[in-house]
């Protein structure tokens, strides 16, 4: 008896089932499969070494590195011809009147101290100047008119005491800036025979002791100031 509805035994044919979710990202397992093995990947770099410090150059070496683009301000063919150029005029040295060179020289001596003297003298009067000072500034020692500026007397004092007071004295009084000073020396009066020892003394004390190089001039005194007993002495300044 044959069953209705098709061939007996073969089975019911089924419709397919959807996917429960979107297959996007089947078949990735294969695909990893079928990749061949990458190499190993790197790791952090390895550190750079610093590079070494160039030798230190020399101070000679630093200089011609420091002036190598200088320009010189001048060839060797200019420096040549300064060299050559000619010598400057010589310009003829003016000369001086005699009077003048005499003036000058007398001057001169003055300052330093080798002028001659020049002397005046009777029995009691007595007066001494460098040759070369001024005639004006005699006359104004002559008259007082330069008022002395300290005084030393040497009445009571030996020979030999009264050349070293005088030496002291002027020293003292160079020292002291002093121009003029007064020394009262006698007359001699009252010494053996009346001869005024210290009074001749002193004039030779004067011209060539150790204080003479200071001694521009000496001139006897005005009687308000001890006259013939007296000397103004004028100094170096």
Known sequence: MKKKGGRQGAPAQSSPVPPAFN???????????????????????APVKPAPPPPTAGDEALFRAEMADVVPLYSKAASRRLKEAPSPRAWPTPQMPDE????????ADLVSGRAEFDLTHTAEFVEGQTRG????????LRAGRIPFQDHLDLHGLTLTQSEAAVTRFILDSVAKGRRSVLLIHG?????????????????????????AKYILAFTTARPVDGGLGASYVLLRG
């Open 23 to 45: 297959p996007a990202f089947v078949g990735l397992a294969d695909l990893k499969k079928n990749l061949k093995p990458s190499a190993a990947e790197p790791g952090p770099p």
């Open 100 to 107: 003048d060179i005499e003036a000058l020289r007398s001057l």
């Open 133 to 140: 000072l001024p005639s004006t500034l005699m006359e104004q």
């Open 187 to 211: 007359r001699g009066l009252g010494s053996p025979d009346g001869v005024p020892v210290i009074k001749h003394n002193l004039e030779n004390l004067l011209l060539h002791g150790p204080a």
